[in-house]
């Protein structure tokens, strides 16, 4: 059987502006009022907040990231070695992810999420700027989370045998970060 196919006009929800918008893109700003709109899941259009922070320079691109916070529950168990106390200690409140929304390749996209996790930028809103185009759905977010926190545990230095985990994902926000 057939799959149909069914076009959805891409126009800003607010001043109806056109989207010009790339194959694999999933969110972008309204060229004529700055709105967020994000293609969902249900293949809707919907408003979004769209945060930028500060660049250091003008006329900058900036890189959009998913950002997330989520709370995570960890079962872990070694052979030898025993970290849970580091686990519990990295874990014990929730944590801010961000999977970068644009067009990279999926080793760098997954370690950059690490090393931002473990870091996390200062998140202060400023005026909007371009940004590259958001590639990633937010659909995909829990998927990469789950490999991210396994990537996590898998680095420390213990025998790992068993883990077992539970996420609690808030709403994704699309921040633009400067790079």
Not at 1 to 19: A, D, G, H, N
Not at 158 to 165: S, T
Request: a negative charge; glycine letters at 2%.
């Amino acid at each position: 059987m057939r799959k149909s196919v069914s076009l959805i006009p891409l126009q800003c929800p607010i001043c109806e502006t056109s989207i010009a918008a790339g194959t694999r893109e999933h969110a972008w700003k309204c060229s004529q009022c700055g709105q967020g709109i994000q293609l969902s899941a249900e293949r809707t259009l919907k408003e979004i907040i769209i945060t930028y922070q500060q660049a250091a320079l003008d006329n900058v691109i900036g890189y959009p990231y998913w950002v997330i916070e989520v709370d995570v529950r960890l079962e872990r168990e070694t052979l030898q070695g025993n970290r849970n106390e580091e686990m519990n200690q990295f874990w014990q409140n929730p944590r801010k992810f961000f999977i970068p929304a644009f067009e990279m390749d999926l080793t760098d996209r997954l370690q950059r999420a690490v090393t931002l996790l473990k870091s996390p930028p200062l998140l202060i809103s400023v005026e909007s700027y371009d940004f590259r185009p958001v590639v990633m759905a937010t659909q995909d977010l829990k998927a990469y989370v789950e490999f991210i926190v396994l990537q996590v545990e898998a680095e420390r230095r213990d025998d790992l045998k068993h883990l077992a985990f539970d996420l609690q994902l808030s709403e994704a926000q699309l921040w633009v970060l400067p790079e």
